[in-house]
């Protein structure tokens, strides 16, 4: 195995490779392990519970404006100031406030009959017999549930997925561009910018309740955001969505249809939300998020300067032998479970409620209606440092 500290932001590691290996190598270390990956660039990587939370709540000392993501790295994030996870308190606080309020848990309650019915409508293949591909199921319901609390087109949502799929794992062989990930990644970006665009556009002459015309009417600093405020932070939302929800299920079915966990899930469906807090502990759909240290700091006896670059990579930080008792067993009931698959501080994922409503949605309905679960084709990870997931999951399932 490659060292873990020169490893652990290679994507083909999380395609091809044992990257929780590597994880564990770099949880067993003293301190934070410094990666140079140029003769200009490095970062330190963060891979404990207590240091994750020194980091992700802090953010006077670790700041988001210069960008969250290595792909990012030592380069001046342009969404800095202006999309919700690249803007630093207060001003951030001002930016998410309205969001919050509309993604809040009551007011996507009201909305589970919407949420069900899309589920239903994903799920409603695999009653066929016939090998059915899982996680691209489950990469495309999030899209659905995000883009009807957005008001967009039923007909645009599978784009959507693929654009959204492009910008997360630009390096992978399904979507990579002959010009290489970075062009890419920025022809994700052009297309994804110029469609809310030309969407937010129409919406401010009809004004509604969704998601959208939420943003529109925020205001920040006693003005309304601007159309480019809103399209970054359209597309923000969106992405959370996608990278958030589908990675929880498709890892369950990966890695635990034949070990007896989905039956006894379905043989007691109330133990549904503490099985969907592990399947989110354990899959951990984001890899990472990046910070820069404002001020020189220490992090677990480490001296991180001023300006350097620091990588929390939650998958390792919630199989954390420190913070979680038998870390690498899914237990349906685990408490407390204290995990980080939705952030920490600030920058808390805002769709949260979301995200829990839908995945506790879902495995009600796929382990109420189906057993038997069978692998029916080879399982294909996606390559991305900043997505741990399924792009391909053949299954085939009987109906109860």
């Not at 993501?69 to 996870?85: I, S, T, Y």
């Not at 990579?176 to 809310?196: K, V």
């Not at 992405?239 to 966990?261: F, I, K, N, Q, R």
Request: with cysteine; proline share 6%; aromatic share 8%.
């Amino acid at each position: 195995m490659a060292s873990a500290a020169t490893a652990v932001d290679d994507p083909v590691l999380y395609s091809d490779g044992d990257y929780r290996a590597v994880w564990e190598e770099l949880r067993d270390l003293d301190g934070l392990s410094w990666r140079q990956v140029d003769d200009r660039r490095g970062f330190w990587s963060v891979v404990k519970l207590a240091d994750a939370h020194q980091v992700l709540q802090d953010a006077e000392t670790f700041t988001s404006e210069r960008g969250t993501m290595l792909c990012m790295l030592g380069v001046q994030d342009p969404a800095g100031g202006r999309q919700l996870p690249a803007t630093d308190p207060p001003r951030h606080t001002t930016m998410r406030a309205s969001l919050q309020k509309a993604l809040a848990i009551r007011p996507i309650e009201r909305q589970q009959e919407m949420i069900r019915g899309l589920v239903l409508e994903s799920l409603q293949p695999l009653a066929d017999g016939g090998p059915f591909d899982f996680a691209e199921a489950m990469l495309a319901l999030p899209v659905a549930v995000g883009g009807a609390a957005m008001g967009l087109p039923r007909q645009d949502w599978p784009r959507l997925v693929e654009l959204l799929t492009a910008s997360s794992a630009p390096e992978d062989p399904d979507h990579l561009l002959p010009g290489g990930a970075q062009a890419t990644l920025d022809n994700a970006h052009r297309e994804l910018f110029a469609y809310f665009q030309d969407i937010t556009h129409e919406r401010r002459k009809n004004l509604g309740d969704d998601l959208i015309s939420v943003l529109i009417r925020t205001e920040i600093d006693g003005r309304r955001m601007s159309p480019g405020e809103v399209i970054s932070n359209c597309y923000s939302v969106l992405l959370g969505a996608a990278v958030t929800t589908p990675h929880s299920p498709t890892y369950v079915l990966a890695e635990h249809m034949d070990d007896g966990l989905l039956e006894e899930w379905a043989a007691d469906l109330s133990a549904t939300p503490t099985a969907v807090e592990e399947a989110l502990r354990l899959a951990s759909p984001v890899s990472h998020f990046m910070r820069y240290a404002v001020t020189d700091t220490e992090i677990r006896g480490t001296k991180v300067r001023a300006g350097d670059a620091v990588a929390v990579w939650f998958g390792a930080v919630n199989r954390d032998e420190e913070a979680f008792d038998d870390a690498l067993t899914f237990r349906l009931r685990r408490k407390p479970n204290r995990h980080v698959a939705f952030g920490l501080g600030p920058h808390y994922c805002v769709g949260h409620n979301v995200a829990r409503v839908t995945l506790r949605i879902l495995f009600n309905e796929l382990l109420g209606r189906f057993t038997g679960f069978e692998p029916a084709g080879t399982p294909s990870r996606l390559r991305s440092n900043f997505i741990a997931g399924y792009k391909h999951l053949p299954i085939t399932a009987r109906t109860r």
